[in-house]
């Protein structure tokens, strides 16, 4: 019965929910102990799911830009001011990254990529496909977090060849990234 369930899961469960499970599809009730015994001589273990840390106080040196943006989000001119982020979503067994920049007047998303990494080459070519797009950026205010991406002297030799400024938000300030956050036209 045991091994039945743990198939049935596809191993997914310990030995607690197994019991529970045996209990709930065989109306049979064993002591969690002699479940756990049971499992570890048949060699049955759950699969673990990988937990995700976060890695904070990274020193970045002068790769961090000061706050341009300052919160004003508010633009009536296109290729004015642009904000980027990444996100990343589920999917089955593996994540996928999103990288997205999106132009504040009229919240157009200017160029998106996607990615099983989510590494500098992810938003370089974000921003590749972004300046394929729209060619004079000159003056352009590029805003996004203090993550890796962003910090990496590829990105910050990217922009200014292109005549754009880099703002970023301050280190832990998610009312920095407001604008970002609220739209709901992405």
């Not at 009730?29 to 001589?41: A, I, S, T, Y």
């Amino acid at each position: 019965m045991i091994r039945a369930t743990y198939d049935r899961y596809d191993g997914k469960y310990g030995y607690r929910q197994i019991q529970l499970f045996v209990h709930q599809d065989h109306e049979v009730w064993m002591n969690h102990k002699k479940v756990q015994r049971l499992m570890q001589e048949m060699n049955l273990r759950a699969k673990i799911r990988r937990k995700f840390h976060h890695h904070w106080g990274w020193n970045y040196g002068d790769r961090v830009a000061r706050n341009i943006l300052n919160r004003n989000f508010e633009t009536t001119a296109p290729k004015h001011k642009w904000v980027t982020d990444i996100t990343q979503y589920r999917v089955e067994d593996c994540w996928l990254y999103l990288s997205a920049i999106k132009d504040l007047c009229g919240n157009k998303i200017v160029a998106y990529n996607m990615s099983l990494r989510n590494d500098k080459e992810l938003v370089l070519e974000t921003f590749t496909k972004a300046f394929e797009i729209e060619k004079d950026v000159t003056g352009l205010i590029v805003h996004s977090d203090q993550g890796t991406q962003y910090t990496s002297f590829d990105y910050h030799d990217m922009l200014p060849k292109v005549g754009a400024q880099i703002s970023m938000s301050r280190r832990g300030n998610c009312y920095d990234n407001v604008s970002w956050r609220a739209s709901s036209h992405i």
